[in-house]
């Protein structure tokens, strides 16, 4: 049940604020890992690039995965250092506030 006051009766205004920590550190890991991935991907292509050894291939197999979870591993750390602050506004009576 909403209580309505006037504008008139609000004395003051107090703001509380919340912290999402868990959610920046699910987006810094996908992103990391996103990243990491990509990374991997374009230095496995480019090492095996005028390779005539045996393991030409193996840069591109094995290149993304470590890069993948090395930067989904850094932006897990990075995201977790960070806090989203959401505000929210909560008006409060003059009479609550007094104590009447």
């Given at each position: 049940?909403?209580?309505?006051?006037?504008?008139?009766?609000?004395?003051?205004?107090?703001?509380?604020?919340?912290?999402?920590?868990?959610?920046?550190?699910?987006?810094?890991?996908?992103?990391g890992?996103?990243?990491?991935?990509?990374?991997?991907?374009?230095?496995?292509?480019?090492?095996?690039?005028?390779?005539?050894g045996?393991?030409?291939?193996?840069?591109?197999?094995?290149?993304?995965?470590?890069?993948?979870v090395?930067?989904?591993?850094?932006?897990?750390?990075?995201?977790?250092?960070?806090?989203?602050?959401?505000?929210?506004?909560?008006?409060?009576?003059?009479?609550?506030?007094?104590?009447?």
């Amino acid at each position: 049940a909403d209580t309505t006051f006037a504008f008139a009766d609000l004395a003051t205004v107090e703001a509380k604020s919340s912290h999402h920590t868990a959610a920046s550190a699910l987006a810094g890991m996908g992103t990391g890992f996103f990243a990491g991935v990509v990374t991997g991907g374009a230095l496995g292509l480019v090492s095996g690039l005028g390779c005539h050894g045996d393991f030409c291939g193996f840069g591109i197999i094995i290149l993304p995965p470590v890069f993948g979870v090395a930067g989904g591993l850094i932006g897990l750390v990075i995201g977790a250092g960070r806090t989203t602050q959401l505000w929210e506004i909560v008006w409060q009576p003059a009479a609550a506030r007094a104590g009447a």
